[in-house]
């Protein structure tokens, strides 16, 4: 502001006042030498006013201006000072949707559906147990997975920059609104981080599922491995990471922080195998919106191989087989499952299924139908884990 001030208000020292005071009164009979002669151009109408008026004045007018001046500067200053702060909070707004983009949210929300849900089950199968001191440590591994899940959905996109910006042309990489430096800080942190939480809180048969999760995220983006390149081994990745290590995963901390060892109860091992095949599921149909950059990229899909409509068949077949299981269940182990719940919730979601797949074709297998049907089998996969306590 102090050099505003001083750019913008003209010095009032000596030679200016020099310039604007009358002359002395003893000099009065003389031509006043501080007028200067007008200039040839200047109108006569001027020329007889300053000789009329030799003494007039002028320091009046240079304060008003001066005032003017000043309360020009407050002005703009005041206006910098409120639109400051917009461009500050639009970059920090517009830096957390990046961010989220980055996350991929469907797939963050299904791990934090999944470890709340297997966490429930292990505090309903052991009541007595429960303590609440254990809120802040469920809390930690909550954390530690999303970590895992940004770093390995965050590599991925680090490696398929080109792909996206034709596939998926609004995550933040592809579409330039996050440099690659900063995704990489972004998947070094939350590798770092996961880690650390998981080595600090869940000891080490915990830490090395972790760290294979983190493993087969790796080799499948990464470079020379890649392994999202051969369908069969991109399936049985995300089949095993997204199905086995989660539920696995989680409800071994679990019954390990009440103090209890591992045994396998039967819900537990119904929605291990369900999940599992669930998503394969997803790496088979996730591939269905992705078909012309994976073409473009010579990336092997068995969509890309075998074509949109067999492969939409093919995954919905698997959920239908998936959900005709959980219903017979419940008659088979009746005494584990709550047949009233089970088999009226996957008969709704089968039902369901059949009318999104009769949607899509009957949509031509656009575009939007397919990223429509491919977001509908994420809905399903979120529901499953939303009844699975009551199960």
């Given amino acids: 502001m102090a050099s505003l001030a001083s750019s913008t208000v003209p010095s009032q020292g000596p030679s200016i006042a020099a310039g604007f005071l009358p002359a002395p009164a003893s000099r009065s009979r003389r031509t006043p030498r501080l007028l200067s002669p007008s200039p040839p151009s200047a109108s006569p109408l001027f020329s007889s006013a300053s000789a009329r008026f030799p003494h007039s004045p002028r320091a009046p007018c240079s304060a008003a201006r001066q005032r003017q001046r000043r309360r020009d500067t407050v002005r703009a200053c005041s206006q910098a000072g409120a639109a400051g702060p917009a461009p500050v909070l639009k970059t920090l707004t517009d830096l957390k949707d990046s961010c989220w983009r980055f996350l991929r949210p469907h797939t963050i929300r299904g791990t934090a559906l999944g470890s709340t849900a297997l966490v429930a089950r292990a505090l309903i199968e052991n009541p007595q147990l429960i303590d609440w001191r254990l809120v802040f440590k469920a809390f930690y591994g909550l954390v530690g997975l999303i970590c895992g899940n940004g770093y390995i959905v965050g590599i991925n996109q680090i490696y398929d920059i080109g792909i996206d910006k034709v596939n998926k042309p609004y995550l933040p990489i592809a579409a330039g609104d996050l440099s690659v430096q900063s995704a990489w800080f972004l998947v070094v942190a939350f ?201």
């Fill in 191 to 391: 590798a770092v981080v996961g880690f650390t939480i998981v080595v600090s809180n869940f000891g080490p048969f915990i830490t090395s599922l972790y760290c294979l999760g983190l493993f087969l995220g790796t080799i499948y983006s990464v470079p020379p491995f890649r392994l999202k390149k051969y369908p069969v081994a991109a399936f049985l990745i995300i089949a095993t990471v997204r199905g086995f290590l989660l539920n696995f995963g989680v409800y071994y901390a679990t019954r390990a922080a009440l103090g209890l060892t591992f045994q396998w109860s039967s819900p537990v091992a119904f929605i291990t195998c369900f999940v599992t095949i669930f998503a394969l599921v997803i790496a088979i149909t996730k591939d269905l919106p992705d078909v012309e950059g994976d073409r473009k990229f010579q990336i092997s899909t068995l969509a890309t191989k075998l074509g949109v409509r067999k492969i939409a068949f093919l995954g919905s077949g698997l959920l239908l087989a998936n959900y005709v299981a959980a219903i017979v269940v419940p008659f088979l182990i009746p005494q584990a499952f709550r047949g009233t719940v089970m088999v009226p919730f996957h008969a709704a979601l089968a039902v369901a299924l059949i009318l999104q797949t009769w949607i899509l074709e009957q949509a031509k297998y656009s575009k939007d139908a397919i990223s429509q049907y491919y977001r509908f089998i994420w809905n399903l996969f979120y529901a499953e884990y939303i009844f699975f306590p009551l199960i």
